[in-house]
């Protein structure tokens, strides 16, 4: 189950339960239990009928959108089944769409080839864990 919540919503898995009985949480002790033990206290007041705080929890700025977005979308070309595309096709489709880039040496040796490796490395960064740092609000870049 899904609820609502101002903060972010918060996933629920309910078990056998009957009426009078207590209600456990099971928090995952990890790198991220700070962010867990404030959402089961906030599980918790909702539970309780308090209002949900007015924060507003993580926004990113409209540039970090776009960021996130394209870093997406590099992940989405890099995993694409019809086959793996180089750092030069990803760099035309995505990166530097209404530019011309070089070929051969020129590509090698450009700035436009370092950014567009920084960006793969980033989004692959994101996808093997790196999004967690996301959830509990920590942007970078």
Do not use: C
């Amino acid at each position: 189950m899904v609820l609502g919540d101002h903060d972010g919503p918060h996933h629920v898995w309910l078990r056998n339960t009957s009426r009078g009985r207590s209600l456990a949480y099971v928090v995952v002790r990890d790198a991220a239990i700070e962010t867990r033990r404030q959402a089961a206290w906030r599980l918790d007041r909702r539970l309780a009928g308090t209002p949900s705080s007015q924060r507003t929890g993580f926004r990113p700025t409209l540039f970090q959108r776009q960021r996130l977005n394209l870093l997406l979308d590099i992940l989405d070309m890099t995993q694409a089944l019809d086959g793996r595309p180089t750092s030069y096709e990803i760099a035309r489709r995505l990166i530097y769409r209404n530019t011309t880039t070089g070929r051969g040496s020129e590509w090698k040796a450009s700035t436009e080839r370092r950014r567009t490796l920084r960006l793969i490395g980033q989004a692959r960064h994101l996808m093997n864990g790196g999004y967690r740092a996301l959830l509990q609000g920590v942007v970078k870049g």
